[in-house]
């Protein structure tokens, strides 16, 4: 008789998410229609889900569900994840209670969907969603921390009625081959997760951002919630910060997340958590999240390189490679090493220049098992036109064969490099 394993349960998950992935032609094509129709056939598993804080934005949406999962856990409370994408195994995406989805769990919720689906066109991320959303209605928690893929207004996620809060971390340009390049057209797509009467809490905005946001506020009736205008964040010199609204001030600890910018982000899940349901704020300093200026100090790597530390950032936009910037002067003030690789989706010239001042040598590589992904070769050329000291590399051991051992090093570009190397590293998420 052969025994069940783990191995075979993983297996099952695969197999199934590949049959899942050949569903429909393109990856990517938002809309609504397709997923309230497959929840339907699923029983309408959104209208039983818990108490939900929905987040989308641009940067830092990630950061702000880790704030808010340490907050309502530090609290006592229990929480589930729904996050995106994944960077070593798709288990990350769904939580229950604190912990990963387990392979069995997962292979059979897939299944079900994919039994009840049969052979309709849907996304990937629309059949994934659904799936996730049929695993919270079935497991009771004290909240579910729901974040957006892309967009918000035709993303899947995007089908509930009244949720506990919405919460708009800072928008800049990105993904424009399906949001466009108009700030105030991206602003109006993740707005669409905005409901009547669900308070709404935003990070601080450019002027036509915030402009538009207050008007799509104002439209569906949802009480608007600026930083910077209806409260306010300020970081402290003891490394914490103080978050500032009418009639209370609350100072928080030092975030377990490191970066300037992590402040606003512990800021503003707090503000949202605290208006929905009162919390301590201790638990900012217990967030986790793998792959944002995260420091390798044990795995694989820190044998082959041994000299100075390695950290590891999934930033792959301009507005993120700003924040890392930020941040790894914070780390250490001299030059860096940098390994880098990228998709072929934007310019690789805009991420790299934020980084240009404080970048040493630079190593570029493809990233692997990703068809679209730059070149070595392309990611070196445009650092070169920048100036830097760049070369391409055909391994990752290769890379630091190139650089500099009195410097450290940040490895970035890519969230799927981000998951290519922690799988490399031996340190996966958990």
Known sequence: MHTITMADSAKRAEKALARLAALHPKLI?????????????????????????????????????????????????????????????????????????DDAALADLLEEVESVNGPQQVTFFEVTTAAAMLAFSRHPADLLLLETGLGGALDSTNVLTAPLATIITPIARDHEHFLGTSLTGIAEQKAGIMRPGTPCFSAAQSPEVATTLQACADKVGAPFYLAGRDFEISPQRDGGGCLTMPGATIYFPRPGLAGPHQIDNAGLALMALNCARPCAPDGIANAIWPGRVQKLDSGTLATIWPYQPIWLDGAHNAHGATALAATLRTIHDGKWNVICGALNTRDPAEFLAPLRPLAGRVACLTIPDQDASLSAREMSGAAKHLGLAASPAVTLAACFDLLDQTAPVIICGSLYLAGHILIQNKTLPD
């Open 29 to 101: 094509d938002l809309g609504l229609e397709r997923s309230f129709a497959l929840l339907q056939k699923l029983g309408d598993p959104h209208l039983r889900l818990p108490p939900t804080i929905h987040v989308a934005g641009t940067n830092g949406k990630g950061s702000v569900i880790a704030f808010l999962r340490a907050l309502a856990e530090g609290a006592g409370s229990t929480a589930h994840v729904y996050s995106s994408p994944h960077l070593c195994r798709f288990n990350e995406r769904i939580r229950l209670t604190g912990r990963l989805i």
